[in-house]
């Protein structure tokens, strides 16, 4: 009787020592995938602030360009309706879309801007391209930054044995930034 207790005990102890291992792991890689996943909240979050820089930049640009160029009203429309656009779009995906709209956009708008020298002379034309440009580096920054969260996290719940835990809780892949169409295309420059 003695010796079974023994074996009994001996038997408990290892069984609690990797109960408590495994609920140390799982307790361990959820709060990494936790943590990661907040990580692409905040660079998304900080992506967004930056990209309201840009959206609150967009008017006063347009209404600079506007009293310059007013017959290159389609360029100017274009702008005013992917700016709306990114107003309007309520996922990061959809975002993410619409941002690559306007983008192009305010690409296709500084081309036009070339054909008009009086307006790249003009100051508040130029603090406001500088904002923009600067805004424009930002955006970079902060998109690099986020992919890079968004790589870390997806890598990590794909693998195993981690996928077992993410399935577990549903932390699912998340989307990160794709090209949008057309930007492996430089903008046409005309001088007419």
Do not use: C
Not at 21 to 35: A, D, E, L, Q, R
Not at 107 to 128: C, D, G, H, W
Not at 137 to 160: L, M, P, S
Not at 171 to 180: C, G, L, N, Q, Y
């Amino acid at each position: 009787m003695k010796k079974f207790l023994i074996v009994f005990a001996v038997i408990f102890v290892i069984l609690l020592i990797v109960a408590f291992s495994v609920f140390s792991w799982i307790k361990g890689t959820y709060n990494n995938i936790v943590t990661m996943d907040e990580e692409i909240k905040g660079t998304w979050g900080q992506l967004e602030n930056v990209l309201q820089r840009r959206f609150d930049l967009i008017p006063n640009l347009v209404a600079t360009v506007k009293g310059y160029a007013s017959h290159e009203n389609e360029v100017l429309t274009q702008v005013t309706e992917a700016r709306a656009k990114v107003g309007g779009a309520g996922t990061p995906s959809a975002r993410m879309e619409a941002e690559g709209e306007l983008s192009s956009a305010l690409s296709r708008l500084m081309v036009v801007v070339e054909n008009y020298p009086n307006l790249k002379a003009n100051q508040n034309f130029i603090m406001l391209q500088d904002q923009l440009e600067g805004t424009e580096n930002r955006i970079a920054v902060e998109r690099g930054r986020y992919i890079t969260a968004v790589k870390a996290y997806n890598q990590f719940i794909r693998k195993f044995p981690a996928n077992m835990i993410a399935n577990a809780f549903n932390f699912t892949v998340k989307d990160t930034f794709e090209a949008s169409d057309g930007a492996q295309t430089a903008p046409e420059v005309k001088f007419d």
